[in-house]
Structures are given as C-alpha cells and as structure tokens.
C-alpha cells in the first residue's frame, strides 16, 4: 500500500480525470434545474435555498476547517504511512466533537427562532449534510489524488438522484422530497468513502493521539471557512429576511447558474493546489514555478471566454434553463456574469499562491477583509434594490477579493508571467464575441439561438488561439489528435486481424 501511495500521479492524467468528473457534476444540475425551476418556481426554490443556507453555517462549523487542512496534511505526508495513518485518526476524531456540538446549536437556533422552526423539517434534511460530510473523508482521497474513485462514486449517486428526483417530484409541493433528492446527490456518494478508505490508505490503532498540534492550523482553516460561508451566503440570508422567498428564488437561481459553471471554469485548480503544496513543501521551486503558471493560464484560458459568453447569451441562458417565470433573473445573471473570472482569480491567489506556501495568516486576514466588504455592500444595497441590490453586492465584492488576495500575494508572484496568460485568451475572445453577435442578428429561436452560439463561439474560440499558438490550446489539440490516431490505428489494426 505504501508503494502506491508514493507514487507521483501526471498532472496531464489528473486534469483529464478531474475534466471528466466537472463535466458530470454539470451535467447534472443542468439536466434537472430546468426541470426543478418549472416544476418548484421561485418561491419553492427559495425555500430550499434559504434552509440549505442556514444549514451550510453548521457545516462550516462541525467541519473545523479539517477538509482544507487535511487535504494539505494529507498531501504532504502522503509517504509516510504511519503518520498519514495517525493524521486521519486525530483529524476525524475532532470532526466527531465538532458535529455534536454543531448539532445542538443547531436544535437550539430551530426552538428559538420562529422562521426556522416553521421550516424545521427543510432545515434538519439539509443540515444532514454535517453528518455526511464528516464520513466522507473527501479530503483525504483529494490528498492523494484519487480523483477515479472520486468521479466514479459521484455518478453512481447523481444518477440514482437524476431518476429519483423525476419520481419524486411532481408537483409545486414536493419541496422536501427535492431537499432530500438534493442531500443524495451532493454527499451521498460519501458513504462509499468511508467504506473502501482501508484499501486506499493503511488504517490501524492509534496508541497516543496528539490533538493540540492540529487546532491551530485547522482552528485558522475554520474561521477562514466561517468568513468565507457568510460572504457567499449572508445574501441569501438578507434576502429572505428582507425581500422573502421569491427574491430568494429568481437570485438564487441566477446565482445556481453561476455555482454551476465554477466547477467547470475551476476544474483545475483543485489539482494544482495539492501539487503545489508538494512542491513548496520540499522546495522543488522550478516545478512549483512551471505549476504556478500553468494554473493561472488555465483560467484564463476558460474564465475569459466564459464571462462573454455569459453576458451575450444571458437571455437566452435563463429562458432555456428556467422558463418565463423567471425573466425577471436575466438582469441579475448579467451583474453576477463577471464574478466568474474575479471568483476564480481569487481562489487562485488565496488556494494555490497562499495556501500551498502554508500561509494561512494571510488567507484569514483576506477572507476577514472580504467579508467585511460583503456584509457592508449587502446592508447598503440589497434593502434598496432587493435581488439587484444583492447581485451588484456579489460582484463588488467579487472585484474587493481579487485586489486583496492579489496585493497579499504579490511576494509569490515573481515568476508568474501575467502577459502571456492573458492576452492571447483576451484576442480570442474577442474574435468569439462577434461572431456570436452576428449570429443573434439572424436566429429566433431562444434554443437554436443557445446551441449555435455556444458551439461555434467555442469553436472560433479555440481555432483562433491555436493560430496565435496558445500552449493550452496546443497541449489539447495535440492529446487531442493522438487519441484519434490510436483509436484510428486500433480499428484498423483490429480489421487487418480479421482479415
């Protein structure tokens, strides 16, 4: 076991692997949403998403900041087997304390509070994520870049949800049966986790346990984690409160558009983060260097086109994904439209610049800073302008959090080539953008109008920066065209047997 653990996975195997499950966890809200959104409307899913909110803040709670930190843990001692072993026993040991003590602040807050208790039953099936969040041990597979399992386990459980959910929910009233069908598909598939973690890792007793040189590292991850959980979700909590359930929905729909597109614009990140904590860790700068700006090209190779896109085909994305009851959400895609690229140049700065060089004072001081901004922006817009009020709220804070982790950074980034990351991408994009213009002139149909734009804007896209010799761009075309020729060759190969 400990062989397979020392071994070096390819970054170009796990960005493909990682690919292909983003692309699933897609999938699978862009396949049920637009069904939800006409099946639930506005006012259900804000119900759900207001519950889902309030049970998001005990989550960050019983989590104590271990899945941030115990990917990094885990990650850096990834060959020694029995510190590694020691690790997850003292980590998920604290994880346990936590989830009791989170619970029964929990049923404390439902008793006390009017609005929650008459929601008791949405609150309790969502805060049942705690639980299984805590059996997960996703970081630990993440650690060791087990990102196989981690796709596989997650399909099996969104197809189980995708049939359940067209079972199930039928009508506007099905609110609890969606909440559920909801928990299922984002952590079901942890149950599997817990069940095969002996043959990922070599699991034994534990004879002395030392608790307090975790708390605090993972003390720090978990304010980090609480300051991070109430700037993405203190609008929704405003919103409710303020505006009620249907300026919840049309915001939070936007908004799930957006939570959708990360994984996808993010998808490589993740994958960065763990092998760059390797190599800060043992000084390998050459490598962390090369790391460092492959990742920040990927998102600039993704992030820009997709912010024009999201802003020319805005319209066109809600109307297709949610229906007509919720044209009044095409406005506030628009303001949230750019968060996509501020959003993912922060978490940049923040996961693979500070958190891989362990500097989690600085990340702490960030998040505190940017939370601060966003309690501010939401208290002077969203009682004024309502869902506006709260989209224009995310999108300046978005903009506050990239300047901030960007200046905190900025000892890091001597070697970061900036230029070259970005304005091949920005050139190509521009291309894409009047091509996708032209095309509105001349198709009507909302759907057609969607489904053209989006494949030959991708494809002007990717061809004009495989002209102007994109590295990404080539690395994809070149994987992409050895593929084919082993695929052609086998086929030919295997005729040429028969024959």
Known sequence: MASSLLKEKSI???????????????AFPLVTFPYVARVLMPEGIGIVTFASTIASYFVVLSSFGIPAYGVRQVAQNRNNPNELNKIIHELFIINMVCI????????????????????????????????????????????????????????????????????????????IAYAVITVISSVGSNVLNIIF?????????????????????????????????????????MLGRVSG????????????????????????????????????????????DDALNKSFSSICFIAIPAVIGLELLSKEIILVLMGIHFIEAVSIFQVLAPTALFSL???????????????DQKMLWGIIFNSIASIVFNILLIPSFNDIGAAVANLLTAVVG???FGWLSRGFLKNLNIQKALYKPILASCLMAAVVLFEK????????????????????????LLILRNDIACMIFDVSKNLLLKMILGIYGHNKKRD
């Open 402 to 404: 990239t300047a901030c």
């Open 345 to 359: 140049l922060t978490m940049f700065f923040a996961n693979q610049v500070l958190y891989s060089n362990e500097k």
């Open 245 to 288: 359930y249907q300026s919840v929905g049309l915001y939070s729909s936007a908004n799930r558009i957006m939570s959708i597109l990360f994984p996808v614009l993010g998808s490589m990140g993740q994958i960065f983060v763990t092998r760059l904590s390797f190599y800060s860790k043992n000084n390998f700068n050459d490598k962390y």
């Open 197 to 237: 973690l002996k043959k990922t890792v070599p699991i034994s007793k534990v004879h002395e346990y030392n608790f307090r040189r975790h708390f605090k590292s993972a003390g720090l991850f978990f304010l980090m984690a609480f300051f991070s959980n109430v700037l993405a979700k203190l609008d929704n909590i």
């Open 100 to 175: 009791v003590i989170s619970y029964a602040l929990l049923t404390v807050c439902i008793v006390l509070d009017p609005a929650l208790y008459k929601i008791r039953l949405l609150v309790i099936i969502t805060s049942s994520i705690v639980l299984f969040t805590a059996i997960g041990f996703e970081w630990v597979y993440t650690g060791l870049e087990q990102y196989s399992f981690i796709t596989l386990r997650g399909f099996v459980f969104q197809v189980i949800s995708l049939i359940a959910l067209f079972v199930f929910v039928r009508k506007k009233d099905d609110v």
């Open 12 to 26: 170009k195997g796990n960005i493909a692997i990682n690919s292909i499950r983003t692309i699933i966890t897609a």
């Open 441 to 464: 002139t001349f198709i009507t149909s909302i759907l057609q109008s969607l489904i053209v734009c989006i494949v030959t804007g991708s494809l002007v896209y990717f061809v004009g």
